[in-house]
């Protein structure tokens, strides 16, 4: 059985009994449903408390001034929580301006006081309507996005492979609903020592990137990112070797003025070895158990501060030149190092006075709690870098630590 729609709901606020009496005769007679009330703090109480499809008010409440800044303020107020309320503001022949200046703070119309019946009842209609195709408009919209959210998430590893002799943690923390952050570990076949066993063999590929941009148009570039990597970071597939063919498909598909930054290492467990190739991504931290500096001792992994080396070499970001040449590097790795891999949103988080948390206070935390497990070296440094910028992330943030036993 078809169910007649309810009447919408009009708030109506003016100081003055005679007009709101009549603006209720009028909305009534016109299939509304009107609530009255006399003041900017009643609209306050009233909007708190419930739902409306309409406010219809004057802009002024204090007695003998026509300034309007009572109701002016309070349109500010309503629109910064509720950006689609209709609001519709009365006013008189010579506060044009005010009701202009009304309008530039949120309200949809506005009537002349005294009003013409008609018109007041064709605005309100209009803007009710307007009010709320606007609405579910804004509801499908969040739905959108939401199952957009979820899409990417589905994207991102739900479970991180845990081998033999290598354990690994990661978080992925988005600035907004979207993000342009992306990151994988993939299970690769390795060779045993000669003597070993097939569960010695641990080599794994893991992989970090950041899309240039923010929103859904990122989200939709790592997406492409995520796959092509999938599908190029095979067994056999060094380091250079996936760079290069990942570019190469970003150069077709990637749009003018976008390009990513990426890094891929595969950690060999079995031969001690770590092979990476860095396209302008900022440089993963490897932290050496005991102090330990690097035994090739010819700084090629991009130098070392204390017991901590950057891993800079590669080439430039992906996505700009098809034909860019990448170059690797093998460094090796022992039981208690540390693989610290991070996005701009962990060394950029700011703090009160506008100071980067940066690089240096990334690998002083990292080398202070290099003992412990992958997800609680983890989350110590993203609790330090959270205390730092007092929780405000004003871009994309991913962390991953992996842990060579």
């Known amino acids: 059985m078809h169910q007649t729609p309810a009447p919408a709901r009009v708030l109506v606020a003016d100081d003055q009994a005679d007009i709101l009496q ?23 109480d009233r909007l708190a ?14 007695r003998d001034t026509t300034s309007g800044r009572e109701g002016l303020d309070l349109i500010t107020e309503i629109r910064s929580r509720d950006k689609h309320l209709p609001i519709v503001v009365m006013t008189g022949w010579g ?44 509801a499908r919209f969040e739905r959108e996005q939401e199952e957009a959210r979820l899409i990417q998430r589905a994207l991102l590893p739900s479970t991180l492979p845990q081998l033999h002799g290598i354990r690994i943690a990661a978080m992925w923390n988005p600035a907004s609903g979207f993000g342009g952050d992306c990151y994988d570990v993939i299970s690769l076949t390795g060779v045993p020592r000669p003597g070993g066993t097939a569960a010695d063999a641990a080599r794994v590929g893991v992989t970090i990137a950041d899309v240039a941009g923010k929103g859904l148009p990122a989200a939709l570039l790592m997406s492409n990112l995520q796959a092509a990597v999938r599908a190029f970071a095979s067994d056999s597939a060094t380091p250079q070797q996936v760079a290069t063919s990942v570019n190469r498909l970003l150069c077709r598909n990637i749009a003018v003025g976008k390009f990513v930054t990426f890094c891929y290492l595969v950690i ?30 010819n700084g ?39 693989l610290i891999l991070y ?15 940066g690089e240096a206070r990334l690998a002083q935390v990292a080398a202070a709690n290099s003992g412990k497990a992958p997800q609680e070296l983890l989350d110590a440094i993203f609790a330090d870098v959270s205390q730092f910028s007092a929780g405000v992330f004003t871009d994309d943030a991913t962390l991953i630590v992996a842990a060579i036993d």
Do not use: C
């Not at 408390?49 to 309409?54: E, V, W």
């Not at 309200?107 to 709320?132: C, H, M, N, Y």
């Not at 996005?343 to 948390?357: H, K, M, W």
């Open 95 to 138: 506060t044009i301006d005010t009701a202009v200046d009304a309008m530039r703070r949120g309200a949809r119309s506005f009537v002349q006081k005294p009003w013409d019946d008609v018109t007041l009842v064709e605005v309100v209609r209009r803007e009710i309507e307007d009010g709320t195709l606007s609405r579910r408009a804004d």
């Open 343 to 357: 996005t701009d949103g962990i060394i950029e988080a700011e703090n009160a006075a506008g100071q980067d948390y």
């Open 22 to 44: 009549a603006l209720r005769l009028l909305l009534v007679d016109a299939g509304f449903e009107p609530e009255l009330v006399n003041s900017t703090d009643a609209v306050r």
């Open 268 to 297: 060999d467990r079995a031969h001690g070895k770590l092979t990476f190739a860095n396209a302008g991504h900022n440089p993963p931290l490897l932290v050496r158990s005991g102090g330990r500096a690097d035994e090739t001792g």
């Open 300 to 338: 090629e992994s991009g130098g070392r501060a204390g017991n901590v080396e950057r891993l800079t070499t590669g080439g430039m970001v992906l996505g700009v030149m098809p034909e860019a040449s990448y170059s690797q590097h093998e460094v090796p790795v022992a039981p208690g190092d540390r």
């Open 49 to 62: 408390r419930g739902t409306y499809d309409l406010l219809l008010m004057d802009l002024n409440y204090t």
